[in-house]
């Protein structure tokens, strides 16, 4: 089974610093990797994935981009955060089930509050 | 995109009754996947029922699936405290996963 690490856990930024977020994967080799970000009462709404090293497809324009420089490394950063930048971020990681069917797993999340 | 629905968006109960939930979606779709997230953490993977399925059971888990109305189930039955979480249902639309808003479910002994 696959486990995902994410860190930091908690991060409080001013409006304007940059961000980095780190998502590392064991378990699994060339899986395709998923930002997920969940604002407070809200669903999951997909930002990036990616199916290979140095391949990224972004889902929604803003100002945050995504970076996978290790097969098992997904990191997701920005150079100026906005105040809408807040929330829960999720890394996932795909594998395939017994069934034949793609399902994820999760890191525990890093909480972002921009100031 | 969002492509899940749940309803409705909170439930309280006791300890002991059943739970359901309802996900609708929008476009034809080859599985349907419930997660369960508790709160402050990441989402765990429940069950999958693929669109040829109409019931699937796993514990006190059911989900039931029709896809002329493009609607799913969660029940979960003698609920327990620990039952208390966020419910989610997903929809594969490779390469990703599209989550609904999800539905809080509260269960107090």
């Known amino acids: 089974s696959q486990t995902i690490h994410q860190w930091p856990a908690t991060l409080v930024q001013p409006v304007g610093s940059p961000l980095s977020l780190e998502c590392t994967v064991e378990?699994?080799?060339?899986?395709?990797l998923y930002w997920y970000r969940q604002a407070a009462g809200r669903g999951l709404q997909l930002l990036f994935y990616?199916?290979?090293?140095?391949?990224i497809s972004s889902e929604v324009p803003q100002n945050l981009s995504a970076s996978r420089p290790q097969d098992r490394q997904f990191i997701l950063s920005s150079k100026k955060l906005l105040l809408s930048d807040s929330g829960f971020y999720l890394c996932?990681?795909?594998?395939?089930?017994?069934?034949?069917?793609?399902?994820?797993?999760f890191g525990a999340g890093s909480r972002l509050t921009v100031l | 995109s969002q492509q899940g629905e749940e309803d409705p968006q909170a439930l309280s109960i006791q300890e002991g009754e059943n739970a359901t939930m309802n996900c609708s979606y929008k476009?034809?779709?080859?599985?349907l996947q419930w997660y369960r997230q508790n709160s402050g953490r990441g989402l765990v993977h429940l069950i999958l029922i693929r669109s040829n399925e109409r019931e699937k059971h796993s514990g006190r888990l059911r989900v039931t699936l029709d896809t002329s109305k493009k609607s799913s189930s969660l029940l979960i039955t003698a609920s327990r405290a620990a039952d208390t979480a966020s419910y989610f249902c997903a929809t594969d639309e490779e390469p990703a996963l599209i989550f609904g808003k999800g539905t809080t479910l509260s269960v107090s002994s």
């Open positions: 378990g699994t080799s060339n899986p395709n």
């Open positions: 476009t034809s779709i080859n599985n």
């Open positions: 990616s199916v290979g090293i140095g391949q």
């Open positions: 996932a990681a795909q594998y395939i089930s017994n069934s034949g069917a793609n399902v994820l797993t």
